[in-house]
Structure formats: C-alpha cells, structure tokens
C-alpha cells in the first residue's frame, strides 16, 4: 500500500512543521509552484508505521545472514560511521581551499599510503566512485601507457572465463577487444591456451586472484612472466581483496594496476546500488597517468603541508572521473576501519575471512553437498553445486535459494561463475560467528532432506515473504511501479 492511501484529506504532521517559513521574496515568481505540492497526507505515526514496515520487508545485514559470494556482505562497524559522520567532515565544502581542508586532506593522505602499502603499489589514487569505474581507470591508464610508447598494435585484452561480467564490459568500453582464456578443471588458468594468446596485439590481462572460482590463482608468478615478456600489463581485480588482506599483496604478485572495492572490503555496507568507492593503485610504470586529484604533501617550516594534486603535477594523466575527489564519506568511513583495525587487524580480516569459508565449505561436504573444487583449499568464499540435486530430485539451485529465504537466510549467489553447471558461489565473511556458520549449514541440510522428501516444497518456496517467487524476465521487461497518487 502506498502511503498516499493510508492518508485523509487536511491530515497533517503538525509537530514537524517548520517554524518559521522561509522567505521566497527573492525568488523569481516563474519559478515558484502554483499549486501545493501533492505529498501524503498523513500523520506523523503513520509515517512512522509505513516506512517502518517497509525497512522490515528487506533483508538487511543488521538482520539475516548474508553469504553472498564475490560481494562481501559483511557487519560494518559503526565506529567508523560515526567516524565519517563528525560535522567538520559533513559541513565542509567540497570547493573549499586546501588551507582549510588540512584535517580532511591529512586522512585522504594517511589513506592512501595505507592502501599503498596494503596492495604494495607505488601509487593510489581515490578518485573512482565505484569498482566499475576504478576498473574503467585502470584499463585507461593501461592504453594511455601503451600509447604513450607509441605502441598502438596493442588491441586485446585477455579475461579469464572465470572473470566477473564487468572486466570484459570494461575492455569494450576502453576500445579492446576481449580474448577469453579458457579455466581448468581444477579452477586455474590454463597456461597452455594463455601462451598461444599473447602477442605483440596483447594490452594486458584481467585477472581476479582469488578468481570467482574461490581458488588462489596458483601460477600467477609465471601467467605475470608471460604477460610482462609479452609486452602486456597485468591488472588486478579487487573484488576478493579480503581473501588476502595483509597476507599477499598484488604489487608482489606482478599486478601492474588495480582497484578495491572501499565499499566492501573497507566497512560501508555494500548492495542497493551505492554509495561506492574504487580507488586504484598502481606501480611505478603507471604512476603518471593516476586519475586525479591526489592528496599530497609536503613539509612546510617541519610541519607536514597538504593540498591537491591535478593535471600541473601529473601532465600525463587520464583526467578527472567525477566532479571531485571521489565519494569523500566512504573514503573517510575506510580510512577509520583502517585506523581502528591496525595492522594486525586487517591481517585477521583475511585470516578469519578465509578460515570460515574453509569451515563451513567443510561443513557443507559432509552434510552431503559436492563442491565445485574439492582439490582446493577455499579462499573467503566456496562453490557448491547443485548438479547431483538436480539429476536425483528434480531441485535446483535457484529452488534451494528461494526456500533458505523462508528459513531467514538471505541466499548465496546463484549461477555465477558460469562455468560451473547449477552452482551456490557461498561467502560467509570475517564478520560471521561459528554459531552462525553452523545454523546455515543446518538451514541447507534441512532443505536437502526436504528435496528428498518432499521436492515440491522446495520447489515452490518461498512461503514466509511479502513476494512469491516471480517470473523475472517479466518482472524486468514489464516494470510494474507505483510511487505516488492517481492525478
């Protein structure tokens, strides 16, 4: 029900009523509304009741369990919140000079050495608003890197099979081609086909190291040797940065460029379409052609000095990607994570992340599922898949998504990676307790005796929500949305 039909005609919310009425005398008549604008009209309570049962329809990480493979839906802390939130930060304008900004400007600065030296690149730049667009950067400063040689043959980007969807969108949007290299059984790349695939037209590799296949990429030292003999540039996929936080680092690797996920990795909660943040890092290679601005600084009379860094200091490079210097609020909420969990903190962050994906992926194996890679040590997320279920009860993975909804589970990513037939990409965080690992896996091994038992069931949930299961190809192509009143 919209909130317009819960109201009355001349119902009002008195008490949160402006005082006094701002004056419009300076505003020009053409552009004053004639008409009183249609809003509900309800009383406070009523507000109050709507939008909460409203927030109570959702599943929320403050509420369920959240094992979403490859997006890290993990408990933020809400230090770091309020952190982000002190007024000198939410006051300030984004305009205002770098004399005044030297509080603000201190943190972006802090944030980018650490994230230097967490990736152990030479360079970080904050400027990308989201991961998509810190992938975009990344692949742009590899073609301006390329063109600045002189070197145009270089035409081709090559993307594993197991790559997220928006490494080979992103080589198309920087005017690539995309190769695709084929996967192993055992979730490597296969080196062979990658030999055959590069050449004097490679512009460089994608690559996600732990891939969506939940593995460690094993030969990345040997794939960065071919790439780098090549003449190509490797660039680094951020996403799964939790898997390896503090343990391994993409510059060590090989990597050239790459770009994290703030929103995911470094506490904002992440889904819902924003807010985001993708910084990208570089190595020495790449430094002069870091998007801008940069936080900088320098000693002036033995005090430390900051202020911006644009085009004057980095001639070379790709430009501004947005109207400032990123999303500044979730640069400020990474940077406190950072601060609060230390060193030692964020080496744990990896550490837990990965030890409860093994427990439960082992948890799951012996409750009878089939893993995807049963020779490999998981890293923060696992696949399952659901191949035996199918063939034996006629249930699939989607049915086992949809009915863990009803036990108050939010559902793992369903039928990504591609290449493995019927799979649950399942990731249940640094953030999760035994206890809470271990009632999922129960919640999956009811739903197993259910598809036994009584396949229908399962095949029909969920039950216990607003929604039923729905026909997705209409609900995408016929949108049916209602936000405000009939005229």
């Given at each position: 029900m919209l909130i317009f039909e819960r109201g009355k005609s001349g119902r009002r919310a008195t008490a949160q009523a402006p005082k006094n009425r701002p004056d419009a005398s300076t505003?020009?008549?053409?552009?004053?509304?004639?008409?009183?604008?249609?809003?509900?009209?309800?009383?406070?309570?009523?507000?109050?009741?709507?939008?909460?049962?409203?927030?109570?329809?959702?599943?929320?990480?403050?509420?369920?369990?959240?094992?979403?493979?490859?997006?890290?839906?993990?408990?933020?802390?809400?230090?770091?919140h309020k952190a982000a939130s002190l007024p000198g930060f939410l006051r300030r304008h984004p305009l205002a000079s770098d004399r005044f900004s030297q509080g603000f400007l201190s943190c972006v600065y802090d944030l980018q050495e650490i994230l230097k030296d967490v990736t152990g690149m030479a360079g970080v730049s904050l400027a990308p608003m989201a991961g998509a667009q810190g992938e975009f950067a990344g692949v742009a400063m590899i073609k301006a890197y390329h063109q600045k040689r002189g070197d145009d043959a270089r035409q081709e980007i090559l993307v594993p099979s197991a790559a997220h969807g928006t490494n080979p969108a992103t080589a198309v949007m920087c005017g690539y081609k995309v190769r695709e290299l084929p996967v192993k059984d055992d979730g490597d790349v296969d080196i062979d086909a990658l030999r055959e695939s590069v050449g004097p037209q490679t512009a460089g590799i994608m690559l996600t190291n732990p891939s969506t296949c939940g593995v460690f990429e094993r030969q990345i030292k040997e794939i960065a040797q071919i790439v780098h003999d090549a003449g190509g540039l490797l660039y680094y996929d951020g996403a799964n940065l939790n898997a390896i936080l503090g343990k391994v680092r993409p510059g060590d690797m090989g990597f050239d460029v790459m770009h994290m996920n703030l929103h995911k990795t470094f506490a904002t909660p992440h889904g819902g379409g924003g807010p985001g943040s993708g910084p990208v890092a570089v190595n020495e290679r790449l430094l002069p052609f870091l998007p801008t601005p940069i936080a900088g600084r320098e000693d002036v009379g033995g005090e430390a000095s900051y202020c911006w860094l644009d085009k004057e200091a980095l001639p070379d490079t790709i430009g501004a990607l947005s109207a400032f210097m990123g999303n500044a609020g979730i640069v400020l909420r990474a940077y406190a994570y950072a601060v609060l969990l230390g060193a030692e903190g964020l080496v744990r962050v990896g550490e837990f992340a990965t030890l409860n994906a093994n427990y439960m992926a082992k948890l799951m194996e012996q409750a009878g599922f089939k893993l995807a890679y049963p020779g490999r040590r998981a890293t923060h997320e696992f696949i399952v898949t659901m191949s035996p279920q199918v063939k034996s009860f006629d249930v699939n993975a989607m049915d086992f998504a949809k009915r863990l909804l009803d036990y108050g589970y939010h559902a793992p990513t369903t039928y990504f990676p591609l290449l493995v037939p019927e799979c649950l990409l399942i990731e249940p965080t640094e953030t999760e307790s035994p206890d809470e690992i271990e009632g999922f896996v129960l919640a999956m091994t009811k739903i197993l005796e259910e598809a036994q038992n009584t396949p229908e069931l399962v095949k029909a949930a969920p039950y216990n929500l607003p929604v039923r299961r729905l026909d997705d190809v209409r609900a995408a192509r016929e949108l049916d949305l209602a936000y405000r009143r009939e005229a």
């Open positions: 505003i020009p008549d053409s552009l004053l509304r004639k008409a009183a604008a249609p809003l509900p009209e309800v009383s406070e309570l009523q507000v109050v009741r709507h939008f909460t049962n409203l927030s109570r329809k959702n599943f929320s990480i403050d509420t369920q369990f959240y094992p979403l493979g490859s997006c890290t839906m993990k408990y933020n802390p809400r230090g770091a």
